[in-house]
């Protein structure tokens, strides 16, 4: 303390997380839950604050509530396009879930789904099969097929970007049986999109094309500029792998025809 009448505020997170530390676990979960309460009362717009009251809820051990704000969190930064916060938040999700039962971790299964597809195209492999395996287990125990497939879908992506083509050809094909018997049209695309993929990469190529023009067929009408829930156009992208595989084959006029289409 400077002079009488003034002071000076010192905070260092190594610091607080020394000083923590003298704290008794029962107090600083108590500490904790009050944050949340405070943060909520103070703000009326929590969105700004979704991952400070994950963080509280973590550490006030209240592990389903902090996957909600995280799942908040989580479809915030799909938005906006943040993917390394999506990653940062996947991870946290995960260290909640491993301290809940499976019947109340389905919303962490939740932030899996949502937030694989970045994670995968930014080259976030690590960690990814245990997150969609666990994914799987929740999804089972509750009888939630569609979960499930969506999982397997993301897991043939991981496959494929991994080089195990047969892998993730068969996974793949497990999730299009499922898909198809749902008869959701968002993972019938998926599953046969990253299928094709696979049959490409390991030179099945008469049978990549075929299912990828029965793909563009389906996809006409209202679906042509459908997006399916997704921030893309499948109908563009099946074209456009049409092309690519079209291309392989050395037929040029009609990859052509696909890729301006």
């Known amino acids: ?6 002071e000076i505020r010192f905070a260092h997170a190594i610091v607080a997380d020394a000083c923590s530390v003298t704290v008794p676990r029962s107090w600083r979960q108590d500490i904790h839950y009050r944050a949340v309460s405070s943060i909520m009362s103070v703000y009326a717009d929590p969105n700004p604050h979704l991952e400070r009251l994950a963080w509280h809820s973590e550490e006030a051990q209240q592990y389903a509530q902090a996957l909600e704000y995280l799942w908040s969190a989580a479809k915030n930064a ?5 993917d390394e ?3 940062l938040i996947c991870r946290s999700a995960l260290r909640c879930a ?3 039962p499976q019947a109340e971790a389905d919303r962490y299964g939740d932030i899996v789904l949502l937030s694989s597809p970045s994670m995968l195209q930014l080259g976030f492999f690590d960690g990814m099969d245990r997150q969609l395996a666990r994914t799987m287990d929740i999804a089972r125990a509750q009888g939630r097929h569609d979960k499930i497939c969506g999982a397997q879908c993301h897991l043939g992506m991981l496959r494929w970007f991994a080089g195990a083509y047969s892998e993730g050809r068969d996974v793949t094909a497990a999730a299009l049986e499922t898909a198809e018997v749902i008869g959701a049209m968002p993972l019938i695309f998926s599953a046969k999109i990253i299928h094709t993929f696979c049959l490409h990469a390991m030179g099945q190529l008469d049978e990549a094309i075929r299912i990828q023009r029965e793909l563009c067929e389906t ?13 893309w156009i499948p109908s563009s ?13 050395g037929d040029y006029k009609k990859a052509l025809s696909h890729a301006e289409r």
Do not use: M, Q, V
């Open 1 to 6: 303390r400077p002079a009488p009448g003034s």
């Open 78 to 82: 799909r938005r906006n396009g943040a």
């Open 85 to 87: 916060s999506l990653y």
């Open 98 to 100: 491993e301290n809940l």
């Open 219 to 231: 996809l006409t009408g209202e679906l042509e500029l459908s997006r399916l829930g997704t921030s």
């Open 237 to 249: 992208i099946t074209h456009s792998f049409l092309a690519w595989s079209l291309c392989d084959t």
